[in-house]
């Protein structure tokens, strides 16, 4: 079965300070791989998606930054956080090819900047 | 512009009655259409999807969801509530201009009342 990972699970960091957040799915191949943002306990914002390694299509600009190094790990970086760039970081995949294209989410990381 | 809405912000029931969450969708073509919940600061759990075929449409945990194609809708229901599935519950459609994308909406928060 597919299990989907994102660490760290929690995390404070401050104003300017880098940002790595780290996502690798297990158990299928050459996955479709979202990042969202989450604000406020609700709404969902598409950041990043990724149809394959180093295949990367940015939904919104703004100060975060994606990559794809291996074909089934996501990571999401900034250079400089801003206090904007607080909230609720989902990773999420999909079957490429499947009709049904159902996105599966990891369990999230919480990101505080102060 | 295509669109999702859920129009209620919160819904109420007390436990043991049927309940409803609302979703209503805008887009050209054949959507598909995703129903998922959402616990405190966890990721989101698929529950259903309506591709094609019968209009109700079973899920997880009991839920089922009605696709209305004239009325544009895709309801998630449950005949009977129970206070675990007091959580934040998300319509998604996918299938836009051929892409893998989601559109969310806004989500609509349930409370089930012992």
């Known amino acids: 079965s597919q299990t989907i990972h994102q660490w760290p699970a929690t995390l404070v960091q401050p104003v300017g300070s880098p940002l790595s957040l780290e996502c690798t799915v297990e158990?299928?191949?050459?996955?479709?791989l979202y990042w969202y943002r989450q604000a406020a306990g609700r709404g969902l914002q598409l950041l990043f998606y990724s149809v394959g390694i180093g295949q990367i299509s940015s939904e919104v600009p703004q100060n975060l930054s994606a990559s794809r190094p291996q074909d089934r790990q996501f990571i999401l970086s900034s250079k400089k956080l801003l206090l904007s760039d607080s909230g609720f970081y989902l990773c999420?995949?999909?079957?490429?090819?499947?009709?049904?294209?159902?996105?599966?989410f990891g369990p999230g990381t919480r990101l505080t900047v102060l | 512009a295509q669109s999702v809405a859920q129009p209620e912000d919160q819904v109420n029931v007390a436990e043991g009655n049927p309940l409803t969450v609302k979703c209503t969708y805008s887009v050209s073509g054949n959507p598909y259409l995703f129903w998922y919940v959402q616990y405190p600061n966890r990721g989101l759990q698929f529950l259903l999807k309506y591709i094609t075929g019968d209009n109700l449409v079973k899920g997880s945990y009991g839920f089922e969801a009605e696709f209305n194609k004239s009325q544009t809708s895709f309801h998630l229901k449950k005949p009977s509530a129970l206070v675990s599935d007091s959580a934040l519950y998300f319509c998604a459609v996918s299938r836009l201009s051929g892409t893998y994308k989601y559109i969310f909406g806004t989500g609509t928060r349930l409370k089930v009342l012992a």
């Open positions: 999420a995949w999909s079957v490429p090819g499947r009709e049904t294209d159902t996105q599966y």
């Open positions: 158990g299928t191949s050459n996955p479709n």
